[in-house]
């Protein structure tokens, strides 16, 4: 059966493959939110409802979408890697960039309510998309310490600065004056000598981004997590991460069908130790 005489338009649609045996990263990032985050009132200089909301959103895309294997989100942005051999939608940018995009959107106006339940939001919130694809392990690591860097940086900048403001009653431009040309260390010693504050005992939340992966739940005899103490503690927090993720335990001593899901951290993934405990993430 032909066509129509109008189908020779569909022609004019081209292929945008994404380039095989590639690693592609996809960031979204809230548009606009310097206003977003003032029109609703976030708390500065980090908003943890507004942050987990966007952890969230970013959990949904996890969840539908199976070939992501790590994330990344600070801010109002969101760095998703996909595995290297994914074939999604035969690797088509658009169809990707925008169903990732759309997804990620709408779940962050979906479960507005929920994070912040006594706040209207007053108009649609937009993200915008971009993928970017590296050839090999060592870039893909070097774009996630990027953007970890960039959560440290600017963490830190922002931490000085609003204690100044908000704790020291210094003007904004005060503040920006008494941090021009500061390095890491004389920011790290403005906030404990005069206000008190350990940078390192701010939320990791907020100092290091979130980290989502995705991993064997180990119902029974956990592995102490990083940065937990006690096996309870672990136990504790694998269980409540894999209910919220609908996922039923199994009772002690039941035999034990291992799943994956996906888990959040607030680690560290400048460094080795991450990439060496999770091989697979750069496998392929
Ligand atoms: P863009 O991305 O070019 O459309 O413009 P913006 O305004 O989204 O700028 P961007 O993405 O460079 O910076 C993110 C903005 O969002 C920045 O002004 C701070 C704000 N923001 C993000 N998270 C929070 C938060 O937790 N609390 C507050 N108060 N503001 C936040
Ligand atoms: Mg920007
Ligand atoms: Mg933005
Ligand atoms: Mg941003
Ligand atoms: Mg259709």
């Not at 995009?101 to 929920?114: K, P």
């Not at 003007?171 to 350990?198: D, M, P, W, Y």
């Not at 993720?245 to 994956?260: C, N, S, T």
């Amino acid at each position: 059966m032909t066509g129509s005489r109008y189908e020779y338009v569909k022609n004019f649609e081209l292929p945008d493959p994404i380039l095989p045996g590639t690693f592609m990263v996809l960031r979204i990032d809230g548009r606009a939110f310097h206003r977003l985050s003032s029109e609703h009132g976030f708390v500065k200089p980090n908003d943890e409802r507004a942050l987990e909301l966007m952890d969230h959103a970013a959990r949904d895309v996890m969840n539908e979408f199976k070939d992501i294997v790590l994330a990344f989100g600070e801010s109002d942005e969101y760095s998703f890697l996909f595995r290297k051999s994914t074939s999604l939608y035969n690797r088509r940018h658009s169809k990707i960039l925008t169903t990732v995009t759309s997804l990620f959107t709408s779940s962050y106006v979906y479960n507005w309510s929920r994070y912040l339940p006594n706040i209207a939001l007053k108009y649609p919130p937009t993200f915008d998309g971009r993928i970017v694809v590296y050839p090999s392990p060592k870039e893909v690591r070097d774009y996630f310490a990027w953007r970890q860097a960039d959560t440290h940086i600017n963490n830190l900048y922002n931490a000085v600065f609003w204690a100044l403001v908000q704790q020291g009653g210094e003007t904004t431009a005060n503040a920006h004056s008494i941090l021009r040309g500061t390095v890491s260390s004389q920011k790290h010693e403005i906030l404990h000598s005069r206000f008190g504050i350990n940078y390192n005992s701010i939320s990791a939340r907020f100092r290091k981004g979130s980290v989502f992966v995705r991993e064997r739940v180990q119902p029974v005899s956990v592995v102490p997590l990083e940065g937990y103490s006690g096996q309870n503690k672990a136990y504790k927090d694998v269980s409540d991460r894999a209910t919220s993720e609908g996922i039923l335990l199994p009772q002690k001593g039941k035999k034990v069908k291992l799943r994956f899901t996906v888990l959040l951290y607030h680690c560290d993934i400048i460094g080795d130790v991450f990439w060496d405990q999770r091989p697979n993430i750069l496998q392929e």
